[in-house]
């Protein structure tokens, strides 16, 4: 066994002075191998007055001094300025064992104004199954502040409603994984492709032996690996370094409508086409003119709207795209003319629609 180790050390640093592929653990997961959304419903306390007074709030203050066996008497409701009632929610890692921790994000459910300087009591944190797999408590970290005059006027400063606490919470159920089951696992591709998973096999079965690797679909590659755990796990830890050039991405342009964002991938090509693209540019002016009797006539002053509108359009620049114009000349070409964002979104569109652009057009 240190024989093969030893051969998979070699074989990766050989591999590794590739730059122009990436290591199987940047490009793929391990099916079965993932992590656990957490949440939970807890109070902060110890707020300097910027708490809340919901009916919730009050519920669960009541529920908790019950556990204590503290008894409020009928009818009373408790003034909870210094108290908040918060969801609580975390990831659990794949692997993770009980009595390790694990950092929590708290965050106000009412109207409190500020969780800054307070505690979270012990916190229950959930799965979807309906278990405790961890227990949260501590003193939470809160980034942003708020401050508020007598005026009404205020300032705030990031967000003071929620807050996190590093280490805050307690793992005190693990989750079984199937890592360990059966004679093989399956990578799962970050990017479906085709010729990523085809390479990605390649890869594996020119380092380990043939028939090691077999692609599955676009997304999964299936891996034979030894039933010992410890053999598979130095087995994976070879593997997750192999390097693989992953294939081109497809030729898409993205368009953020509402950022004015655009992105366009470097195999995006164009088709001959010619463009011109003008800017309108409408002005409207809104004046008060005052109306003015004579003093002997028995009218009365009024007021009186005048507006002005002007129209006015820029000169139209015309520029001419080549058959297979490549992103560096596109890029070129819209510089010099000088679009606008809006402008540049506008005229992409029209090249997709008249059939020049060789690739997808998103807009998010």
């Not at 992590?35 to 908790?64: C, P, R, W």
């Not at 990605?200 to 755990?229: H, W």
């Not at 090509?269 to 003015?292: D, F, M, W």
């Not at 000169?315 to 490549?326: I, L, W």
């Amino acid at each position: 066994m240190k024989a093969i180790v030893t051969f998979f050390v070699v074989c990766t640093l050989v591999m590794s002075q590739n730059s122009f592929a990436d290591r199987v653990k940047d490009i793929a997961s391990i099916q079965g191998v993932r992590s656990n959304h957490l949440i939970g419903y807890g109070l902060v306390v110890g707020l300097d007055g910027t708490g809340e007074q919901t009916a919730y709030t009050a519920q669960a203050f009541k529920t908790m001094l019950n556990r204590f066996g503290i008894t409020l008497p009928q009818g009373l409701n408790p003034k909870l300025k210094n108290v908040a009632a918060v969801a609580v929610h975390a990831e659990l890692p794949p692997f993770i064992k009980p009595g390790q921790t694990i950092d929590i994000t708290v965050s106000s459910l009412g109207n409190a104004k500020s969780l800054r300087g307070g505690a979270l009591l012990l916190t229950p944190l959930k799965a979807v199954d309906g278990q405790i797999y961890a227990l949260a408590q501590g003193n939470m970290v809160v980034g942003g502040f708020g401050a508020e005059g007598r005026d009404g006027s205020s300032v705030t400063v990031n967000i003071p409603t929620a807050g996190r606490i590093p280490n805050g919470a307690i793992v005190e159920r693990s989750v079984a994984s199937s890592f360990a089951d059966g004679d093989h696992f399956i990578f799962n591709l970050n990017q479906p492709d085709f010729t990523t998973a085809r390479r990605l096999a390649k890869a594996i079965n020119e380092f380990v032996g043939p028939q090691t690797a077999k692609p599955m679909d676009a997304t999964s590659v299936k891996v034979s690996a030894p039933r010992d755990v410890s053999h598979r796990v130095a087995f994976m830890s070879a593997l997750e370094n192999v390097q693989v050039e992953p294939a081109d991405s497809s030729s898409k342009i993205i368009i953020n409508s509402r950022t004015g964002t655009i992105v366009v991938g470097k195999n995006v090509r164009l088709k001959e086409a010619a463009v011109a693209h003008g800017s309108l540019v409408v002005t409207i002016a809104e004046a008060q003119q005052v109306s003015q009797p004579n003093p002997l006539a028995q009218g009365e002053t009024t007021v009186t709207q005048q507006s002005q509108a002007a129209v006015a359009q820029e000169d139209a620049k015309m520029f001419h795209f080549d058959p297979g114009v490549s992103l560096d000349e596109l890029v070129r070409a819209v510089n010099a003319v000088g679009a606008a964002p809006g402008d540049l979104m506008a005229i992409l569109e029209a090249l997709k629609q008249a059939g020049a652009i060789q690739g997808q057009l998103v807009v998010i």
